[in-house]
């Protein structure tokens, strides 16, 4: 209750049936389709393959970067959008898991409201056990005891929680167990085989809510296991692991999941624990629910860089020739930056990843044509840099200013080739 109260766990009965038979549907069609893919991340400047199958889906245009590598959503179907998708099976399959979404996004709330009024009321109840047991406290110590204790619970507005909760995307993972040759197992508490280790969820919003639905195809022996009296957890059931980060005397917690389970990691849980996933024996699917940290990973904000970028070129009304409105030291630092980023966070990753997305949609393709026209003219903007400071007529000081950063930006994006092409 003290270490782990932001951990919420909803038992299957509980969500409608209507919605557990959509969503357990579209988890075995996009296997059926082979969406589900492992994916090559890179920790301390080495590439592993991740045990577990995953596949993003959210909101159009929106990305999610962890271990290196980022993801492409594949758009769920959005109003005003035009999203073409390889088959009628593979749109029905995201359209549940939007319905997926805005059911755990209410859920989240109503958890988040009610946690408030919990604390709020336990906070006030302390006073009140406080007030009676040192009468003698004197009344300026009492109103600056209120005052502190009035700023910790102030409950959440509306907009704060939906904020908190408003999941723009979902991780999909996929993983049998019996597949794996070798799984690690879990060092601190002997929980077992773990599919995923201890970690943090990466790039949310700050004290965003996760919401985690469970879809584990058990079968009959794993059922009989249940029944069994077993000493610690049952290695046949999926289990979500927590303990509380950097610490390993406080006891960690295990949490079997079964089929439909839904769990929901509260406001800075994340921040503070760390969770792993522990491995059963049948076959699991998960639908992870986040709000991602989308300031610099949404199209809409990558095409606005190029954009500001673009704005220093310019083409003579004449001759079409192409020439740069600033050679300030500044000016040249910001665009050189962009091309870095387009190139590197973008493209690169894009096309890395194959043609993985083309199973689902193509809707990425045209935004990456887009993208790869304006890296385009940004190669063409680094050239004329460098011609330009070639010339003698520029002022020595302004020059060498220029050159020094542009210097800078050059040499990090032949590394990162370099990098890119080794993978």
């Given at each position: 209750k003290t270490k782990y109260s932001k951990l919420i766990f909803r038992k299957s009965d509980t969500v409608p049936e209507e919605l557990h038979q959509m969503v357990q549907e579209s988890f075995l069609t996009l296997r059926e389709y082979n969406c589900f893919f492992q994916d090559l991340v890179r920790i301390k400047g080495k590439d592993f393959l991740t045990p577990v199958s995953r596949i993003l889906i959210g909101n159009p245009g929106c990305t999610y970067k962890y271990l290196n590598t980022r993801l492409f959503t594949v758009p769920w179907p959005t109003e005003g959008y035009d999203i073409k998708y390889c088959s009628p099976q593979i749109h029905d399959a995201c359209k549940a898991l939007m319905r997926l979404n805005e059911y755990l996004h209410i859920e989240a709330v109503k958890a988040l409201q009610g946690q408030n009024l919990f604390e709020t009321k336990e906070i006030k109840d302390t006073t009140v056990i406080d007030r009676e047991q040192s009468f003698a406290t004197s009344l300026t110590e009492q109103g600056s005891v209120s005052k502190d204790q009035s700023t910790i619970c102030v409950p959440d507005d509306d907009r704060s929680l939906k904020n908190r909760t408003s999941y723009n995307l979902t991780l999909l993972n996929y993983m049998d167990p019996l597949q794996m040759l070798y799984l690690k197992q879990e060092p601190y508490f002997g929980m077992g085989s773990m599919a995923v280790s201890w970690h943090h969820d990466e790039n949310l919003v700050e004290r965003s809510a996760v919401a985690v639905y469970n879809y584990s195809c058990e079968d009959s022996a794993i059922q009989e296991s249940n029944e069994q009296e077993l000493?610690?957890?049952?290695?046949?059931?999926?289990?979500?692991?927590?303990?509380?980060?950097?610490?390993?005397?406080?006891?960690?917690?295990?949490?079997?999941?079964h089929q439909g389970d839904i769990y929901l990691m509260l406001d800075d849980l994340n921040m503070t624990h760390q969770h792993c996933v522990l491995a059963g024996l049948s076959p699991r699917f998960s639908s992870t629910h986040r709000v991602a940290e989308?300031?610099?990973?949404?199209?809409?904000?990558?095409?606005?860089?190029?954009e500001l970028a673009l704005q220093n070129l310019q083409t003579d009304s004449d001759s079409m020739a192409l020439s740069l409105k600033s050679l300030e030291a500044a000016v040249v630092k910001q665009v050189e930056e962009i091309h870095n980023e387009v190139e590197f966070e973008w493209l690169r990753q894009f096309w890395f990843q194959g043609k993985r997305y083309l199973k689902?949609?193509?809707?990425?393709?045209?935004?990456?044509?887009?993208?790869?026209?304006?890296?385009?003219?940004?190669?063409?903007?680094?050239?004329?840099?460098?011609?330009?400071?070639?010339?003698?007529?520029?002022?020595?000081?302004?020059?060498?200013?220029?050159?020094?950063?542009?210097?800078?930006?050059?040499?990090?994006?032949?590394?990162?080739?370099?990098?890119?092409?080794?993978?």
């Open positions: 000493k610690g957890r049952d290695p046949a059931v999926w289990h979500v692991g927590l303990k509380v980060a950097w610490d390993i005397e406080t006891p960690g917690l295990a949490v079997p999941l989308s300031s610099r990973g949404t199209l809409e904000y990558i095409l606005g860089q190029c689902c949609t193509d809707w990425w393709l045209k935004p990456m044509a887009k993208l790869e026209e304006f890296w385009r003219k940004m190669e063409i903007m680094t050239s004329l840099v460098l011609s330009e400071v070639r010339k003698d007529q520029q002022i020595e000081e302004q020059r060498n200013e220029t050159i020094s950063c542009f210097l800078l930006l050059l040499k990090e994006r032949q590394k990162l080739r370099k990098e890119w092409t080794a993978r």
